[in-house]
Every structure is written in C-alpha cells, then in structure tokens.
C-alpha cells in the first residue's frame, strides 16, 4: 500500500460491504462530512445518514449509509454502520416509493398518529438512496 493510500472497510452487523485501498474517504458525520487522508489525526466519529464516497485514482465511488461510528487510524478507516449499500445494489424504483411514503406521513393524516421524526428521518434515508443509486457507473 502506498504512503499516501488508506485502507477503507465498511461493515453492517449483517456482512462486510466494501474493504479495499484507497485515496481519500469522505463520511457523513453526524455533525456534517468529514474528508479523510492518509495521515488523518486519530479519531472516532459518529455517523449519520448520508454519502460515503471515496476515490481512488480518478475514479470515484459511493454508498448511501446509515448511523453508525467511524475510526480513523493511521493508514485505515473502519466504518461500522446500521446499513450501508453500494450503488449498484440500490433499487432507486424501491427507494421513490419509500421516499412518497415519508412524503404521505409528513404531510399528514388527521385520521392517523404520525411520528414525525420517523417520517423525516425515513424520508432523508429514502432522498440519500435515491441520489446514490443515480451515480451507478
């Protein structure tokens, strides 16, 4: 591995999605995203939903994700998240329908308790997948 090269792994409580060597990690921290290199000071991050994107070369890569920690360590980046799915595995189709469901529940139902956090937090998750899906290479 290159000096300026950092190993990313992203795991889920179900499998390891992704464990390669790259050039730059961009996460979404619960408190906005975060860019890290090689050389990056030690550090453990929340996570919250979002992109992870990372690049290596000219080619750049993402992954909509969901709550979780990061630790950043020379030369590694460990990211254990709730969910986390690459491009290629997101049915957009899927995730416009869970994204009009949030909608509904947001929107509101005199008829219905609404727990509106669960709503908007569904619908940023469903509005994050969607967004990922459409950069599929």
């Known amino acids: 591995m290159p000096q300026s090269q950092i190993h990313l792994d992203?795991?889920?409580p179900?499998?390891?999605?992704f464990s390669e060597v790259v050039d730059e990690v961009i996460l979404p921290g619960s408190e906005g995203y975060l860019g890290v290199r090689q050389g990056h000071v030690p550090l453990m991050?929340?996570?919250g939903v979002g992109e992870l994107s990372w690049r290596r070369g000219n080619r750049?890569?993402?992954?909509?994700?969901?709550?979780?920690y990061a630790e950043i360590l020379p030369g590694r980046v460990v990211v254990l998240a709730e969910t986390a799915e690459r491009a290629e595995e997101i049915d957009a189709e899927r995730a416009i329908h869970a994204r009009r469901r949030a909608e509904e529940m947001l929107a509101g139902n005199p008829d219905k308790q609404v727990d509106f956090e669960q709503a908007k937090?569904?619908?940023?998750r469903a509005a994050i997948r969607i967004s990922v899906a459409a950069k599929k290479k």
């Open 14 to 17: 179900e499998r390891l999605v």
């Open 60 to 68: 750049e890569d993402h992954m909509a994700l969901a709550m979780g």
């Open 45 to 47: 991050v929340g996570l």
């Open 121 to 124: 937090a569904a619908h940023l």
């Open 10 to 12: 992203v795991v889920t």
